[in-house]
């Protein structure tokens, strides 16, 4: 069954969504894109995506079509069209379709195109956060405003293509010896002396939302975190490692690069914080 999406003020069958040729997100990757998680059909720290949303376009001086308020009744209304129960919400912004294709900036006349869609997932009882996933590690060739979530996502495309190549689920990707984050999601250890360990936010990693509610939420609990690079030796030595987003809320890392990490199985501390994160989301939903 057709599912509906929504593009530039219409609900429409997915199959029958469309853009211009000419739109610059097509043309120039000039754009944006969020993905909130959707849980009993409630969307899941929507807030956070949102603010990071306003964010992102506001530093690449995109103008959202629509207010905040409006895109939240969008994603609201397109969870209820799709009945759907636990998945993910997408949203692009795109700074439209202009008559050429011109580098620079339409000069007037030009609306930002806003599209969104939904897809059906099992977040909470995915078999993975039993059984943890594999990463590889691959050299992070993206550009230096990493901060900003771009539509241009060609690097991490092949990341994660090699991946899977490898029989792996998640490309951690490397710069100066160090681990920024994966393909699609933040990187995390903790320590043989239980410190959990995640790169600090800042021009060369995605500020994940869920990564960050993840480290207030250790934090709440007296658990203590360290917010700095870490290396693939030292993750490999590490006791656990595990990966965060939207798509999969807290996931065990149980090798990388085919050497095991800890026991090879999910440990007690990814389990007990995936526990908590499922808790916050479910409490917090809206």
């Known amino acids: 069954m ?3 999406a929504y ?8 199959s029958e969504a469309k ?3 000419l739109d610059r997100g097509f043309l120039f990757a000039d754009g ?3 993905v909130a998680a959707v849980l009993d059909g409630k969307l899941i720290d929507n ?5 990071r949303l306003e964010r992102s376009v506001g530093e690449i001086a995109l ?3 629509e207010t905040v308020a409006r895109i939240i009744e969008i994603q609201k209304e397109l969870i209820t069209r799709n009945k759907l129960v636990s998945g993910l919400v997408y949203l692009q912004v795109t700074r439209g379709a202009d008559t050429g294709r011109d580098f620079a900036f339409p000069k007037s006349g030009v609306k930002s195109s806003l599209v969104m869609f939904v897809s059906e997932k099992e977040i909470v009882d995915a078999p993975s956060a039993k059984t943890g996933v594999g990463v590889i590690t691959v050299p992070d060739i993206r550009w230096e405003r990493r901060d900003i979530k771009s539509v241009a996502l060609l690097a991490q495309v092949l990341a994660k293509q090699a991946a899977a190549e490898a029989g792996a689920a998640e490309a951690w990707m490397l710069e100066d010896g160090f681990v920024t984050e994966g393909g699609s999601s933040s990187a995390f250890i903790l320590t043989q002396d239980d410190v959990i360990v995640t790169r600090q936010n800042s021009n060369a990693i995605l500020p994940g939302c869920t990564r960050k509610a993840v480290v207030a939420l250790a934090e709440e609990r007296q658990l203590r975190v360290e917010e700095r690079p870490f290396t693939v030796a ?11 987003s939207a798509s ?3 996931q065990p890392v149980v090798t990388i690069d085919g050497k095991t990490v800890g026991t090879g199985k999910p440990g007690p501390m990814a389990t007990r914080l995936r526990e908590i994160y499922v808790d916050f989301a479910k409490a917090t939903a809206s």
Do not use: M, Q, W
Request: aromatic share 10%; hydrophobic share 55%.
């Open 2 to 4: 057709d599912s509906i």
């Open 7 to 14: 593009v530039n003020g219409s609900f429409v069958p997915l």
């Open 19 to 21: 853009v211009s040729v």
């Open 32 to 34: 944006i894109y969020e």
């Open 47 to 51: 807030a956070s995506h949102l603010a």
């Open 63 to 65: 103008k959202l079509p």
């Open 234 to 244: 030292e993750a490999v030595a590490a006791k656990e490692a595990f990966i965060t």
């Open 248 to 250: 999969v809320f807290v």
